[in-house]
């Protein structure tokens, strides 16, 4: 079960200056290539001029990768976190990025808006996860593609050294990284109590996506792109 709404939103508003440099520094940079690759696989055969959502958009590197490959899109990055947002303002392309403060329960947009959606380690940080995704998939166009980037829970137990690496050295680095304790303290701990890849691919299944496929990006599955439409 993720924290209370409000403490998160405060946590990521809190460590939104540092959270790039936390990131790089604990992904050792792949975090980029992940994004490079969920936005070829969102953005392939879709229309021109696309409207594409980034839901949970942080510091909009998911929103302005979508416009490095497709700078024809419009792109609505949507986070409850707003201090996030601004953080990423002065990005390259991030001033044709639409920001918005807004809730993953409950977005301000007409049925059927975007053309596609995606939504990068948002989704684990989700207190209601059947409403939020009830929500994007309102929001999209019924033939539309939504593409999840995530760490989801591992399948077996984790073994010792991979769980060293996740419950210790993680927490470690992205606190010497953000200079933030509670915040790095609660990533192993949010992964632990979210879903396996597969049952969120269940649960996308349930809320009516007819197609949904997921693949690891690492070995050990420590990342996993998941597409839907
Ligand atoms: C780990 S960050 C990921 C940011 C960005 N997508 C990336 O790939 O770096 C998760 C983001 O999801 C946002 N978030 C969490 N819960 C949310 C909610 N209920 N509504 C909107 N945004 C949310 C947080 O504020 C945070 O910016």
């Known amino acids: 079960m993720a924290q209370a709404a409000t403490d998160v939103r405060a946590m990521f508003d809190r460590i939104a200056g540092r959270y790039d440099t936390a990131n790089r ?17 969102l953005l392939d055969g879709v229309e021109q001029s696309p409207w ?28 409850f976190a707003r201090t996030m947002l601004v953080a990423g ?13 807004a809730d993953g329960h409950r977005l301000p947009y007409r049925d059927g808006a975007f053309g596609a959606a995606f939504s990068g380690f948002c989704v684990r ?3 209601d996860l059947a409403l939020a995704l009830a929500e994007l998939r309102r929001v999209v166009r019924p033939d539309s593609r939504v593409v999840f980037l995530e760490f989801f829970r591992p399948v077996r137990p984790r ?11 993680l927490p470690l680095l992205g606190w010497a990284a953000s200079g933030d304790r509670a915040a790095y303290r609660y990533l ?19 809320i009516g996506f007819a197609d949904v496929s997921g693949q690891d990006l690492f070995p050990g599955g420590i990342a996993s792109l998941v597409e839907a439409r």
């Open 52 to 79: 594409v959502l980034d839901l949970g958009a942080g510091t909009l590197d998911g929103a302005v990768e979508i416009l490095r490959q497709r700078p024809d899109a419009h792109v609505v990055a949507a986070d």
């Open 188 to 206: 192993p701990e949010s992964i632990q109590g979210f879903s396996t890849r597969a049952e969120f691919e269940a649960q996308l299944r349930a």
């Open 125 to 127: 940080n989700l207190h």
């Open 25 to 41: 520094f604990m992904s050792a940079g792949v975090d980029v290539l992940w994004r490079r690759r969920a936005m070829r696989l």
């Open 159 to 169: 073994s010792f050294w991979d769980g060293l690496w996740t419950k210790r050295m």
């Open 89 to 101: 303002r002065r990005k390259p392309r991030a001033a044709a990025v639409a920001l918005h403060a």
